[in-house]
């Protein structure tokens, strides 16, 4: 298969579905009966593990996290992330 064929498979299911998604309730995924919300880390998804493993030089301290709600956290990031967002509407802590 060539690459753009692939390429148009791929968009083809793509591009569905990042227009229906937004359209979708968050009840959906709260009926779903999660307990847990489980995210493979990298870079879009700093959530200030680190922190408990490794001391980076000052990513536990002020200002790092605060938006969170939170005193610091540890995280890199400033204020919430996507795994944060989808978790918040699914009703998970």
């Given amino acids: 298969m060539s690459p ?5 498979h791929l968009t ?5 579905f990042l227009l229906l ?4 309730p968050p009840q959906l995924l709260k009926g779903c009966g999660f307990s847990a919300l ?3 880390s990298d870079s879009l998804s700093d959530t200030g593990n680190a922190l408990v ?3 980076f030089g000052g990513n ?8 969170v ?3 610091t956290d540890g995280r890199f ?8 967002r989808i978790a918040e509407s699914a009703g998970l802590p």
Avoid at 4 to 8: A, D, G, P
Avoid at 12 to 16: A, E, R, Y
Avoid at 77 to 84: E, F, K, R, T, V
Wanted: glycine residues 10%; aromatic residues 16%; without cysteine.
């Fill in 77 to 84: 990031s400033d204020g919430l992330l996507l795994i944060d």
């Fill in 38 to 40: 489980y995210n493979l």
């Fill in 53 to 55: 493993h490794f001391d």
């Fill in 69 to 71: 709600g939170k005193p």
């Fill in 21 to 24: 998604a937004p359209h979708f």
């Fill in 12 to 16: 083809s299911v793509l591009i569905p």
């Fill in 4 to 8: 753009s064929v692939s390429s148009f």
């Fill in 60 to 67: 536990g301290k002020y200002p790092y996290g605060v938006t």
